[in-house]
């Protein structure tokens, strides 16, 4: 691999709803109780949107923090990639963000879409700007608002997900600083089965049923069904390909596993994260976790707890950190950084 220049991550923030739902919260409207929450999954609470608040205004946020600890201007910003599954336009949120951050410079801004695992799929897209487009400063947002596609009165899947919004400013450097050291992206369509929020027809729509004039014409007006989620089978997938994923993401970078200073894993389940650390035999003092606290919030559960934990002191300059993304799709992949 050529590289012209190197990347490096500088500055994060983050962003939650005011709104939070505890385990005894769900128990009120679904057959469940924190007990049984957290014994399985890990979760106690998680930050549900409501009222004025929307997505946007939390990428907004997570994206000005994360500027202000680089110390970078947002007009110095040449692309801003908004990492999302759920964005409030069907066309993209990114633009809107760009505009909302005061960008006025007009820098590119698009939207990526790869569920959980999209965030990793930014930072890797930030590092190809950087290192082939001569890129300087990639603003990298991981945000969901999972809460508007779950069926509440599904235990199985209600009591797992949460909103959030995190966010990465990735700048460039000279090439003996780079802060990518290797990375792995996979997917497979197959195993979609497992996990989805697919296309329904609306059934207002086949009450009203055709003109006559064309079969099935004008065409039904889609939405979108819950989540649907096969829970052992993506366990499965999870401890068997995030290992394998960030062991090939660390012999691409030339590290052995005892390089890593932390283990940062997409924070779906407590007993995933825990199986991959033990897989990777990674002590749990090496591990982030903030999962009791937000539950899943798909895209923004990396950048969330990264920001908590530098935050916190807990990750300092110079620390290398295995991060995995893992979810819909399916897709899962990894990247080996170092913190500033």
């Known amino acids: 691999m050529l590289v012209s220049q190197g990347c490096k991550l500088v500055g994060c923030g983050s962003a939650v709803p005011t709104l939070k739902v505890s385990n005894d919260d769900l128990a009120k409207i679904v057959d469940t109780s924190d007990e049984w929450i957290s014994?399985?999954?890990?979760?106690?609470?998680?930050?549900?949107l409501s009222g004025k608040e929307s997505l946007t205004t939390l990428a907004v946020e997570a994206g000005r923090k994360a500027l202000q600890m680089a110390q970078v201007d947002p007009d110095d910003v040449d692309l801003v990639l908004m990492c999302t599954s759920t964005p409030e336009d069907l066309f993209g949120s990114a633009p809107q963000i760009q505009k909302a951050l005061g960008c006025k410079s007009n820098p590119l801004a698009y939207d990526i879409t790869a569920a959980c695992s999209g965030f990793v799929l930014?930072?890797?897209?930030?590092?190809?700007?950087?290192?082939?487009?001569?890129f300087q400063n990639v603003l990298v947002i991981g945000a969901d608002a999972l809460s508007?596609?779950?069926?509440?009165?599904?235990?199985?899947?209600?009591?797992?997900?949460?909103?959030?919004?995190?966010?990465?400013?990735v700048q460039a450097c000279d090439s003996e600083e780079d802060g990518l050291f290797g990375f792995d992206l996979n997917s497979d369509g197959d195993g979609q089965r497992h996990l989805n929020?697919?296309?329904?027809?609306?059934?207002?729509?086949?009450?009203?049923?055709?003109?006559?004039?064309?079969?099935?014409?004008?065409?039904?007006?889609?939405?979108?069904?819950?989540?649907?989620?096969?829970?052992?089978?993506?366990f499965r997938f999870a401890v068997r390909s995030v290992p394998q994923s960030i062991?090939?993401?660390?012999?691409?970078?030339?590290?052995?596993?005892?390089s890593i200073d932390?283990?940062?894993l997409h924070q779906a389940n407590q007993r995933i994260?825990?199986?991959?650390?033990?897989?990777?035999?990674?002590?749990?003092?090496?591990?982030?976790?903030?999962?009791?606290n937000y539950g899943n919030t798909s895209a923004a559960s990396i950048p969330l707890a990264l920001d908590e934990a530098v935050r916190s002191g807990k990750v300092k300059a110079g620390h290398t950190i295995a991060a995995a993304g893992f979810g819909a799709g399916l897709t899962w992949g990894s990247a080996i950084v170092r913190w500033r």
């Not at 599904?154 to 995190?166: S, V």
């Not at 009450?207 to 989620?229: E, H, Q, T, W």
């Not at 062991?247 to 005892?258: D, Q």
């Not at 994260?273 to 009791?292: G, H, W």
Request: aromatic share 6%.
């Open 39 to 48: 014994v399985r999954t890990g979760i106690r609470n998680r930050r549900v």
């Open 273 to 292: 994260i825990d199986a991959v650390a033990t897989r990777l035999e990674v002590p749990p003092e090496r591990v982030i976790s903030n999962l009791a």
């Open 122 to 134: 930014g930072l890797v897209s930030a590092a190809c700007h950087i290192r082939g487009a001569g």
């Open 148 to 169: 508007q596609y779950v069926d509440w009165t599904d235990r199985g899947t209600c009591i797992l997900f949460g909103d959030a919004a995190g966010a990465v400013l």
């Open 247 to 258: 062991e090939s993401a660390l012999e691409k970078a030339g590290l052995p596993g005892s």
């Open 262 to 264: 932390w283990l940062l």
């Open 197 to 234: 929020a697919t296309i329904k027809e609306n059934e207002m729509d086949n009450a009203l049923g055709s003109n006559g004039s064309v079969l099935d014409f004008p065409p039904k007006r889609p939405s979108y069904s819950c989540i649907k989620m096969n829970g052992k089978e993506v």
